[in-house]
């Protein structure tokens, strides 16, 4: 049994080159951070470098890091080396502290992709990709904004729009060196506003995008992503205001500058902690499941609900292989088409021995952590073969059950058929032997004779009644059950609330069980006791309760206790059926069931 998961990328946990990748990831991060760290720290036009080099090297150094921490624990994911791809970005922003004009310029150019790609970065989460139409038109709508912005602003402006507090060089500034058209300072200061209403406008998109995908789905979906919804949306706000504040009061800078960038810092960090967040509560909702599967019957409509609830994915949907369509089943059993890869749904196939069994419609947020999906493949295919036991079970019992009423029908048909209509048959012939007789002895014997068959016919209409009653056949339980009350040593009545009839196995299973109950209530409710006998037929089931005012006896605790009351309870449940006995010394016994009709 496994669950198929992709696993493509060179940083899988089953690669034997993993540690190298991984120790190579890791240099290459060390190296990205010294170098962003020192160009940054030498810069000859930013205002304040041996700060701003502190904080570039430790934004290099947390995206990367967690990167590829998230790679190497996940790595059917795509976020691990997104993460570290952007990371390697963010070191390009030591490009915007050289004097050089064309590396200045390189670098105001990666830190304009440096804010689409960080609303990339944050909608892909948790799945690694984009799984809305609605976010893959944001992304697209806010990169062309920005890159016309840019465009024109490399081509119209001397001195192209200021980074906020990230990249401040003041008078120090490079002039753009890709300027083709001089413009005017009005021109300028346009552009520099325009940028700042794309990114801002682009903020609050973001910011809205995340609150939405942080409110709805499943529950292990919001418990993800709200750590990083927090924090983006927080740092999205302070950086709105930086925008907007700096260039007019230059004594708020050095709070706003650490509230942004201990943000910034913090969103790879809330990533982690928001995939471990969702992975633990992923791992204890696969516990749930198995939990709940032992306390409940299990049909594959049961196995998709259990697993949807316990996951708070309410979309989960359960697909079952049938070999003859070759197609996935829903359970309902209408075929159904898996999603495509990149869809907003997962697939997980559950097979065993390399042939499909099943297939899980999920949501994406679990894609990252393969552990958990193998563990819910495996609950999975535990409760669906479950499941097929039970069916299997259930359908071997029907069968012995209607074998086993077929033959009482069988025997109790030879038996008036046969035997009884024999020794009727020798009691006529006695009859008449004992007239034709002249002699006293031989009448005497040939009436004691006579008198024994009697009583052997008699045993054997008993006999024959307990195999298959004549009256639960021909009229139904109702009247069978009056006659075992009208022999009884008890006042016994029965309450035919509209039961109608059955199939014999369950007319068999209901009339037996009450009889049963009948006859202990005379052996134990003591002398003066009644008994009154309620039938009726309610939601596609009969049911019945046999009650009397006797006695009683101790609470059974919700177990049946002594041969009889199992055997009633066991031909119950051969018919899918349930039974209950509630009893208190002094206040009587109940003995209440219920058996579906079909």
């Keep these: 049994m496994e669950a198929t998961l992709a696993r493509g990328l060179g940083l899988g946990r089953g690669n034997a080159s993993r540690a190298h990748v991984a120790l190579g990831l890791g240099a290459a991060c060390i190296a990205a951070t010294a170098v962003t760290a020192w160009a940054v720290a030498r810069s000859p036009i930013l205002l304040h470098p041996t700060e701003m080099a502190f904080w570039d090297g430790a934004l290099v150094l947390a995206w990367i890091g967690s990167g590829i921490y998230i790679w190497w624990q996940r790595p059917a994911s795509r976020l691990g080396p997104l993460l570290t791809a ?85 008078s120090q500034c490079p002039h753009n060196p890709i300027e083709l058209i001089g413009a005017n300072a009005g021109i300028a200061t ?39 919804a927090v924090v983006v949306i927080v740092g999205l706000a302070v950086f709105i205001v930086t925008l907007s504040v700096l260039p007019i009061y230059t004594d708020a800078r050095q709070p706003f500058l650490v509230a942004v960038n201990l943000l910034t810092l913090a969103t790879p960090l809330a990533m982690v902690a928001g995939l471990a967040r969702g992975q633990s509560f992923a791992a204890f909702s696969v516990g749930r499941v198995a939990m709940r599967a032992s306390h409940e019957p299990m049909t594959p409509a049961a196995v998709q609900a259990v697993i949807a609830d316990a996951l708070g994915d309410p979309m989960l949907r359960l697909g079952l292989w049938d070999s003859e369509r070759a197609a996935y089943l829903d359970v309902a059993g209408v075929p159904i088409e898996l999603p495509a890869n990149g869809s907003n749904r997962q697939v997980t196939r559950v097979t065993r021995d390399e042939q499909p069994l099943a297939a899980l419609i999920h949501d994406p947020a679990f894609d990252a952590d393969a552990e958990v999906l193998e563990g819910l493949a495996a609950t999975s295919l535990m409760l669906l073969e479950n499941t097929r036991l039970v069916e299997e079970l259930r359908a071997s019992r029907a069968r012995l059950v209607e074998t086993g009423a077929r033959e009482r029908r069988r025997i109790e048909k030879d038996l008036h058929d046969g035997a009884q209509q024999r020794l009727i048959g020798i ?25 024994e068959a009697e009583s052997a016919l008699e045993e054997l209409r008993e006999l024959s009644h307990g195999v298959y009653p004549v009256l639960l056949a021909d009229h ?53 006791a009644t008994v009154t006998v309620t039938l009726a037929r309610r939601n596609g089931a009969i049911e019945f309760a046999v009650s009397d005012d006797g006695a009683g006896m101790p609470p059974l605790d919700g177990e049946l206790d002594g041969g009889g009351l199992v055997g009633m309870r066991d031909r119950i449940e051969t018919v899918n059926g349930w039974l209950d006995v509630v009893s208190a010394p002094g206040e009587g016994t109940t003995v209440r069931g219920r058996v579906p009709i079909r």
């Design 427 to 451: 009691q006529i012939r006695l009859a008449r032997a004992s007239e034709l007789a002249d002699r006293d002895d031989l009448v005497q014997q040939l009436d004691a004779t006579q008198n």
């Design 190 to 228: 346009a552009l520099h506003t325009a940028s700042s209403v794309v990114f801002t406008i682009g903020a609050i998109g973001l910011a809205m995008l995340l609150f939405n995908k942080a409110l709805l789905g499943s529950r292990v979906r919001r418990r993800t992503i709200t750590p990083v």
């Design 476 to 528: 139904g339980l109702a009247a069978a059950l009056r006659s075992v009350g009208s022999n009884s040593s008890l006042p016994i009545q029965v309450h035919d609330e509209g039961v109608e009839r059955s199939s014999d196995v369950v007319e068999a299973a209901v009339y037996f069980c009450a009889r049963e109950a009948i006859q202990n209530a005379a052996k134990h409710a003591g002398s003066g």
């Design 86 to 170: 952007f990371g390697f970005l963010i070191s390009g922003f030591s490009l915007s502290a050289s004097g050089n004009a064309v590396v200045y310029t390189l670098g105001m150019v990666v830190w304009a992709g440096f804010l689409v790609g960080f609303a990339y970065v944050c909608l892909c989460f948790p799945s690694g990709r984009l799984e809305s139409g609605l976010e893959r038109w944001f992304v697209t709508a806010f990169a062309l904004a920005a890159a016309l912005v840019w465009g024109i602003s490399l081509t119209l402006a001397r001195v192209l729009p200021t980074g906020g507090s990230r990249v401040e060089c003041g």
